[in-house]
């Protein structure tokens, strides 16, 4: 048995087609706010984590070290695997911003930070 309520005497059939017919024509409507929205919070968070990014420009002749990975460290070591890989020399470009030809340098470098000391003989 149904108890009849304000809300069900008042509400009628041509009513509810018309609200229905609104909700249509308005969905794309909300989903473009929708949209519109999502592409403001994205660029929030970009823009948060952006702020703590350093950029490091690395030219030809620095020392640069490598991340090791587990396929070039030993597996005994364990945790007490060495992280970085090198000292490398970055010795050319191979594009803008792409930095090719890393090799190894096997003279011990330890406090070194910048640019190769140029050789006055080669000026």
């Not at 990014?53 to 945790?79: C, E, H, M, W, Y």
Request: aromatic fraction near 6%; charge should be positive.
């Amino acid at each position: 048995m149904v108890i009849p309520t304000a809300r069900t005497n008042l509400q009628t059939p041509e009513a509810n087609n018309e609200a229905l017919a609104h909700d249509l024509d308005t969905v794309d409507e909300l989903r473009d706010l929708a949209k519109v929205r999502i592409v403001a919070y994205q660029q929030r968070i970009a823009k948060s984590y952006n702020k703590n990014i350093r950029i490091r420009r690395f030219q030809v002749g620095d020392f640069v070290l490598r991340k090791a990975v587990q396929n070039t460290t030993n597996p005994s070591d364990g945790k007490l695997a060495p992280k970085w890989e090198g000292p490398y020399l970055i010795d050319s470009e191979a594009g803008k911003g792409v930095l090719a030809s890393l090799t190894p340098t096997f003279t011990k470098v330890s406090c070194f930070v910048g640019r190769i000391p140029e050789d006055p003989d080669t000026r």
